[in-house]
Nanobody
Framework: QVQLVESGGGLVQPGGSLRLSCAASGFTFSRTAMSWYRQAPGKERELVAFISRLGTTTNYADSVKGRFTISRDNGKNTLYLQMNSLEPEDTAVYYC?????????WGRGTQVTVSS
């Protein structure tokens, strides 16, 4: 049974930092590319960052390039998203995503609120 559990969200001031984690189980994590998505109120869910199975390839949405870093620890079956220089526009629910045997899986999400 595939499970993705996000953590690390919270309230942070503009310019601050947060690190999100996604604990994965029920599939071979090291053989699965992973992504972070986010959904702000009233907006569609959007791709934030992608990382290949071994972490050798990463891609980012233009809006977060240079501020966010996606990484993974295949020994711990955990995906990370380091978010720096946070802006109010980054406020959203952040979701971990995996495609396993052509089926898409999502975690329940973690809320990130950037506000003074």
């Amino acid at each position: 049974q595939v499970q993705l559990v996000e953590s690390g969200g919270g309230l942070v001031q503009p310019g601050g930092s947060l690190r999100l984690s996604c604990a994965a189980s029920g599939f071979t994590f090291s053989r699965t590319a992973m992504s972070w998505y986010r959904q702000a109120p009233g907006k569609e869910r959007e791709l934030v960052a992608f990382i290949s199975r071994l972490g050798t390839t990463t891609n980012y949405a233009d809006s977060v390039k240079g501020r966010f870093t996606i990484s993974r620890d295949n020994g711990k079956n955990t995906l990370y998203l380091q978010m720096n220089s946070l802006e109010p526009e980054d406020t959203a629910v952040y979701y971990c995503n995996a495609v396993v045997i052509l089926k898409e899986y999502w975690g329940r999400g973690t809320q990130v609120t950037v506000s003074s």
